[in-house]
């Protein structure tokens, strides 16, 4: 999850289900298979839900992908950013994306499936008025609870709690998306998507950082994807908690390193501590501690 491969495309907006744009998606592994289901905008700027399967799923880098004969699979609500799907112990899948209305505002739309095909809308998963749209939901387990995040309001927000299992609707336990004190970032984060990471048994986020200009198009390029980080419960279960993942510890540079103790900082600013380190990317470390008559709050 640090060094990657640049591959070819792997969908490009070719259909007319999809021709103004393939937009946000997730992948499923559905018997052993890596679905993708993705929005696409189509030739009236529908948003519609598309499926995709690998050409070859031999091929240790899945780099062709073919477009379902059925697609488009769901057509209403007119909603987009289709989380990665979810089964339940009778062999039901679940999916769910973002949508919103006037009357009950951001909302995650449920829909179930047997075969990951054919989709039925049942209902808002949930939904406040925190917000009028919400993307990229997702939903997923850590121990003893079940955690929904939505991006809404500029920000991607997380609330906990658990699925009724007779209504199919999710109940926040504590408190709710659109709150400023469920941020999961409160820097340039937005648009996040998660998945399990079957060998450290952890879930990973991953967000989209926009830059603040119009030089897109001149650069070849625009936004990056934010470093990964594992997700965990705080203590008492009520906190959402992120730390980046050990792998990233590989990126640093032994040669580089410094360890200072007992720094006493002076009054001038900006000073200087370490003169003889450059780079772009700069890990701090750092371990605070205030004398309790000399804090003022």
């Given at each position: 999850?640090v ?111 047997k ?43 997380w609330?906990?709690?658990y ?44 967000g ?34 992120t ?53 003022e709050?």
């Amino acid at each position: 999850m640090v060094h990657w491969i640049r591959l070819p495309i792997a969908l490009s907006p070719d259909q007319p289900y999809d021709i103004n744009g393939v937009w946000t998606g997730s992948t499923s592994i559905v018997n052993g298979i890596p679905i993708i289901i993705y929005t696409g905008i189509t030739d009236t700027h529908k948003q519609v839900q598309c499926q995709a399967r690998p050409t070859n799923i031999s091929d240790p880098t899945l780099t062709n992908w073919t477009k379902s004969a059925l697609n488009p699979l769901i057509t209403d609500p007119d909603g987009r950013d289709p989380a990665t799907g979810f089964l339940d112990n009778q062999n039901n899948y679940y999916l769910i994306y973002g949508y919103g209305t006037e009357d009950l505002g951001g909302q995650a739309v449920l829909f179930t499936s047997k075969d990951f095909l054919n989709w039925t809308y049942l209902h808002p998963l949930h939904s406040n008025h925190n917000g009028q749209f919400w993307e990229c939901p997702d939903i997923f387990s850590l121990p003893n609870h079940i955690v929904l995040k939505a991006s809404l309001l500029g920000h991607d927000f997380w609330t906990i709690g658990y699925i009724d299992p007779i209504k199919l609707i999710f109940i926040p336990i504590n408190h709710d998306l659109g709150e400023f004190i469920q941020l999961i970032d409160y820097g340039t984060f937005y648009a996040s998507k998660t998945f399990y990471d079957p060998i450290n048994k952890q879930q990973v986020i991953v967000g989209w950082a926009p830059e603040d200009d119009n030089q897109g198009e001149q650069r070849g390029w625009q936004g990056l994807l934010t470093l990964p980080r594992a997700i965990f419960l705080s203590d008492d279960g009520l906190e959402l908690r992120t730390r980046p993942i050990e792998e990233l510890k590989t990126l640093r540079d032994p040669n580089s390193h410094r360890q200072y103790q007992d720094i006493t900082l002076g009054i001038e600013i900006p000073f200087q501590l370490i003169p003889d380190i450059n780079g772009n990317q700069i890990e701090v470390l750092i371990n605070w501690q205030f004398p309790i008559n000399q804090v003022e709050i």
